[in-house]
Nanobody, 124 residues
Framework: QVQLVESGGGLVQAGGSLMLSCATS????????MGWSRQAPGKEREFVAA????????SYADSVKGRFTLSRDNAKNTVYLQMNSLKPEDTAVYYC?????????????????WGQGTQVTVSS
């Protein structure tokens, strides 16, 4: 069974940093564009960041641009979301994503693969 397994969430003060990781099987990772979305309480899920296979080209939501960095380690079948200068409004459940279509990742198409999510809480 194909799975995306997120880790690294937690509680941090505003201005702090966290790094989220998403590990998956080699079959899923190879050839797949990867990304992250988030859902805050009472709000819809929103796109956060995506990274292309194999170029590593990235795309970010305006709300996180300059603060978050997405990278991938192809040898470890893992993507990393480094989150700096965190704000209370970054509080959300963060979901790892995978898809053969980069466009589908950006628009959070229902057909993409989703992880189970990891909670990030930023206190003021």
């Amino acid at each position: 069974q194909v799975q995306l397994v997120e880790s690294g969430g937690g509680l941090v003060q505003a201005g702090g940093s966290l790094m989220l990781s998403c590990a998956t099987s080699g079959r899923t990772f190879s050839g797949a564009h990867m990304g992250w979305s988030r859902q805050a309480p009472g709000k819809e899920r929103e796109f956060v960041a995506a990274i292309r296979w194999p170029t590593g080209t990235t795309s970010y939501a305006d709300s996180v641009k300059g603060r978050f960095t997405l990278s991938r380690d192809n040898a470890k079948n893992t993507v990393y979301l480094q989150m700096n200068s965190l704000k209370p409004e970054d509080t959300a459940v963060y979901y790892c994503l995978a898809s053969a279509s980069f466009g589908d990742l950006i628009k959070l198409d229902p057909t993409i693969l989703w992880g189970q999510g990891t909670q990030v809480t930023v206190s003021s």
